[in-house]
Nanobody, 116 residues
């Protein structure tokens, strides 16, 4: 069993920055990769960023260059540093883990609102 808990969401002005955290607990050896997705109202959930156990990263097209995913292996935590935020970045951000076996795991989500 793997559990994910996100934190760090909130209200930020356009152009500002925010860092999200995702703490994983449980059978860490089961995790193959972790990432972030987001879902805005009336839109489909989309990939924000992911990081593999080998440290390889990938980003959604609109996030590349503004967002950075990283991890602290000792703390079993993945971070999403978001900069140059835009109103269209407003969404619920979900942490996601792909396991070596079985269905993937989602966190409960954290709201990010970019508004002046």
């Amino acid at each position: 069993q793997v559990q994910l808990v996100e934190s760090g969401g909130g209200l930020v002005q356009p152009g500002g920055s925010l860092r999200l955290s995702c703490a994983a607990s449980g059978s860490m050896i089961m995790i193959n990769r972790m990432g972030w997705y987001r879902q805005a109202p009336e839109k489909q959930r989309e990939l924000v960023a992911l990081i593999t156990n080998g440290g390889i990263t990938n980003y959604g097209d609109s996030m590349r260059g503004r967002f950075t995913i990283s991890r602290d292996v000792d703390k079993n935590t993945v971070y999403l540093q978001m900069s140059a935020l835009k109103p269209e970045d407003t969404a619920v951000y979900y942490c996601h883990a792909i396991l070596n076996r079985g269905p993937s795991v989602w966190g409960q989500g954290t709201q990010v609102t970019v508004s002046s």
